[in-house]
Structures are given as structure tokens and as C-alpha cells.
């Protein structure tokens, strides 16, 4: 692993990131990675995951000082994502949730919303996204759920699906179409629904192949009366605000996505190590090591990738969007080809749940089709090179 110890040691990270990482790592070794196995069995809700990341107050690293944060860097959030999803990538996702569903609020949001809003993810609440529906996945302007303006409210009314943490979320950011605008692109609105709000119904949890643990709720709006005050911005500006949040996103997702791809490479390195054929390590026939030899620097590439990524980030590039794609794309197909490469590598053992691989795999997967699926990230990436 020295190719990825070098990597890590030239992030040159300063005495507050070294010692915050330290904290994250401990807690990953007892408490998440323990109760992974049995997270991913049960498909409960990690709540001892989720208090443990409460105690190290990790929503606050991406939450404004303003606001009751204690703001970090985005490399730093990046590091701790993809090392708590390495350990359980149900809980990286839940945790990465909060900050894709709070970054518009704290990049557009008023200084009133954000005085409001904030504090309750940065004490440790839970946050949610809610864009799909069933008529709208990756073409959001296919959605159907409408904000209906009523004195000082909007009436919400409308479903979605697919939506992280839905059905336990404090804050959900929430797409939908503002009445009397019939242009579907200008009509786009968002706006921030409050845990408790009337007429909010969970329909469903969904019964995952993978990130079981991490529930995936089919949510309602039966006119729901929201204060008008929670309106992002003005009507029509949500669909600027949704592709200026997922470039941000994205990254995250690549992160999580690594953080599979590097469990799945690391259980592969040690059983091939370990395990014998034919009087050898299997670690020790070419073909192997040819094979180790690719998924290594594919790896080291994508981790370098999203570095530079968070660097554009933390520079205030002013278009990051294909680079946004292209670490999602790679970061999440490498995951998966990883982790089938490390069931392949162990063999029958690898198709039985007795070691992690099998879940890797069935974690993998969702990667390659969350926040855009890759053959969208693959058709914007192609088509900026078309020449007008």
C-alpha cells in the first residue's frame, strides 16, 4: 500500500485536520466498522453510527461559524466521507446526505434561512434530498410535485422516490414546480420542509440490494403547508440552484464511491496474500499481479483526481462541472469493478456473506446510478468536446 501512503502524506495536512482524521479513524475502528456487518443483515438504521458522528460534530465541518459550524476544509470532508463509507458505506451516504441537501441552503439561502435552519444539522441532525420522482430521474424537469402560493405558505403537494433518509430527515430540501409558471425549466423552485410538518407521509422504505442500512423512503406531500420564508431564493431558481449543488455533490459521491473501492482492494490484497493454490500465494501468479497492477493506479488516478477536484472547489473555480463528472463516473465504476474483481479473487468464499466483499459488491452497484447515472455523466463529458 506505499503507492497510497504517498498519496496520503502529500496532502500535508495541518495539525487540526491531522488530529480531526485521527478522531474519525478511531471512531471508525470501534464503533462503525464494528456494527457494519450487522447494519447491512438487519437493514436497521445505524442511530449508534449516526450518534457517533454527532459526537465528533462532523455536520459542523461543512456548516458556516455563523451558523453553529465549525467549518473545515472540502478535502477534509472528503477524507472523512470516504473513510467512514471504507468501514460502512451506509453510513457514509447517510452522513454525506446532510451535506448535499444542506449546501444549497448555506450557498443560496438567505441570511434569515440560514440563522434558522442551520443550527439543528450542525448539532447533529439529519438531512435530506428529495429530487426524483417517478416521472422525473435523470431529466428533473420531468417532475411533477407543485408549490401552490397561498398568502404567506406554499402548499406543497406531489411525491418522490428514491430519497436518502427520507423518513427520518429534520430538514428535507425539496425540487418542485412553482404554480402559475408554465415554462417546466423556469418553473423549478426549491424550498426547505421542517420534520413534522402536516401532511408529510413516509409511503414506503425500500428494500435495497445494497446500503441496507441507510433507508431509501418513497415520501408524500399532501398539502403540506410550508412558510413561504423557507423558499430558496425566488420562484423559478431552483434548477440553477440544482445543478450548482449536485457539481458540489458529486465529489462527495466520488468519495463515497472510493471509499468501497479501497475496502474492496484492500480485503483482495490480503486474501491473495494469504490464500494458496498450487504450493502459491495467489498473489504471486502474473496474471494477478497484472491485475492488481491496473486496479492500483486506476485507484491512485481517481484519488488524485478528486484532490485536484477539491482544490478547483476550495479555489472558487467558476466551472467545475465536467471534472465534478468525471470523478463521479470514474470513482464509482472503479468501485464497482473493484469490488466484483475482489469476490472473483476470493472464489466461492467471496459469494457468501461471511466475508465483506459480498457486501461491497451489492454496495458498489447504486454508485454508478445516484446523482446521475454514469451514461449521463459520460454524454456531458463527450458532448463538451462537440464543436459548434
Given at each position: 500500500m506505499k503507492m497510497f501512503e504517498q498519496l496520503e502524506?502529500?496532502?500535508?495536512w495541518d495539525e487540526n485536520e491531522r488530529l480531526l482524521l485521527a478522531q474519525v479513524d478511531r471512531m471508525v475502528d470501534e464503533v462503525i466498522a464494528p456494527n457494519a456487518a450487522k447494519a447491512d443483515k438487519t437493514g436497521e438504521f445505524p442511530?449508534?453510527?449516526?450518534?457517533?458522528?454527532?459526537?465528533?460534530?462532523?455536520?459542523?465541518?461543512?456548516?458556516?461559524?455563523?451558523?453553529?459550524?465549525?467549518?473545515?476544509?472540502?478535502?477534509?470532508?472528503?477524507?472523512?466521507?470516504?473513510?467512514?463509507?471504507?468501514?460502512?458505506?451506509?453510513?457514509g451516504i447517510i452522513y454525506a446526505t446532510n451535506f448535499h441537501a444542506m449546501k444549497p441552503l448555506i450557498?443560496?439561502?438567505?441570511?434569515?434561512?440560514?440563522?434558522?435552519?442551520?443550527?439543528c444539522i450542525a448539532e447533529g441532525?439529519?438531512?435530506?434530498?428529495?429530487?426524483?420522482?417517478?416521472?422525473?430521474?435523470?431529466?428533473?424537469?420531468?417532475?411533477?410535485?407543485?408549490?401552490?402560493?397561498?398568502?404567506?405558505?406554499?402548499?406543497v403537494d406531489g411525491s418522490k422516490l428514491f430519497i436518502t433518509s427520507g423518513d427520518v430527515a429534520d430538514r428535507i430540501l425539496l425540487f418542485g414546480k412553482y404554480a402559475g409558471i408554465e415554462d417546466v425549466r423556469k418553473s423549478i423552485s426549491v424550498l426547505v420542509l421542517e420534520k413534522g410538518t402536516p401532511g408529510f407521509e413516509v409511503l414506503r422504505l425500500e428494500e435495497k440490494m445494497g446500503h441496507r442500512a441507510s433507508s431509501t423512503a418513497a415520501l408524500r406531500f399532501n398539502g403540506c403547508r410550508v412558510p413561504r420564508a423557507n423558499l430558496i431564493g425566488?420562484?423559478?431558481?431552483?434548477?440553477?440552484?440544482?445543478?450548482?449543488?449536485?457539481?458540489?455533490?458529486?465529489?462527495?459521491?466520488?468519495?463515497?464511491?472510493?471509499?468501497?473501492?479501497?475496502?474492496?482492494?484492500?480485503?483482495?490484497?490480503?486474501?491473495?496474500?494469504?490464500?494458496?493454490?498450487s504450493g502459491r500465494r495467489i498473489v504471486d501468479f502474473q496474471a494477478n499481479q497484472f491485475l492488481l497492477a491496473d486496479l492500483a493506479?486506476?485507484?491512485?488516478?481517481?484519488?488524485?483526481?478528486?484532490?485536484?477536484?477539491?482544490?478547483?472547489?476550495?479555489a472558487d473555480a467558476d466551472?467545475?462541472?465536467?471534472?465534478?463528472?468525471?470523478?463521479?463516473?470514474?470513482?464509482?465504476?472503479?468501485?464497482?469493478?473493484?469490488?466484483?474483481?475482489?469476490?472473483?479473487?476470493?472464489?466461492g468464499y467471496g459469494y457468501c456473506s461471511d466475508f465483506r466483499v459480498e457486501r461491497l459488491m451489492r454496495d458498489a452497484k447504486i454508485t454508478q446510478i445516484w446523482e446521475g447515472t454514469n451514461q449521463v455523466h459520460r454524454q456531458l463529458i463527450g458532448r463538451s468536446f462537440a464543436t459548434k
Open positions: 502524506r502529500r496532502r500535508n442511530w449508534a453510527n449516526v450518534e457517533a458522528i454527532n459526537q465528533l460534530g462532523l455536520n459542523a465541518i461543512f456548516i458556516p461559524e455563523a451558523y453553529a459550524g465549525m467549518p473545515m476544509s472540502f478535502r477534509v470532508y472528503l477524507a472523512v466521507v470516504k473513510r467512514i463509507s471504507e468501514a460502512c458505506a451506509s453510513t450557498q443560496f439561502g438567505s441570511e434569515e434561512q440560514k440563522l434558522r435552519l442551520l443550527p441532525g439529519l438531512a435530506s434530498l428529495a429530487i426524483t420522482e417517478e416521472s422525473a430521474g435523470s431529466d428533473a424537469t420531468g417532475m411533477k410535485t407543485k408549490f401552490q402560493p397561498d398568502g404567506d405558505s406554499l402548499i425566488e420562484p423559478g431558481d431552483g434548477l440553477g440552484i440544482l445543478l450548482a449543488s449536485l457539481n458540489r455533490s458529486r465529489p462527495s459521491v466520488a468519495a463515497h464511491a472510493l471509499g468501497i473501492a479501497f475496502a474492496a482492494f484492500k480485503d483482495m490484497t490480503g486474501y491473495m496474500n494469504e490464500r494458496r493454490q493506479t486506476d485507484l491512485a488516478m481517481a484519488d488524485s483526481w478528486l484532490d485536484y477536484l477539491a482544490d478547483l472547489i476550495e466551472d467545475f462541472g465536467l471534472e465534478a463528472s468525471a470523478a463521479k463516473m470514474r470513482a464509482s465504476d472503479l468501485a464497482m469493478r473493484i469490488a466484483t474483481e475482489a469476490v472473483q479473487m476470493h472464489g
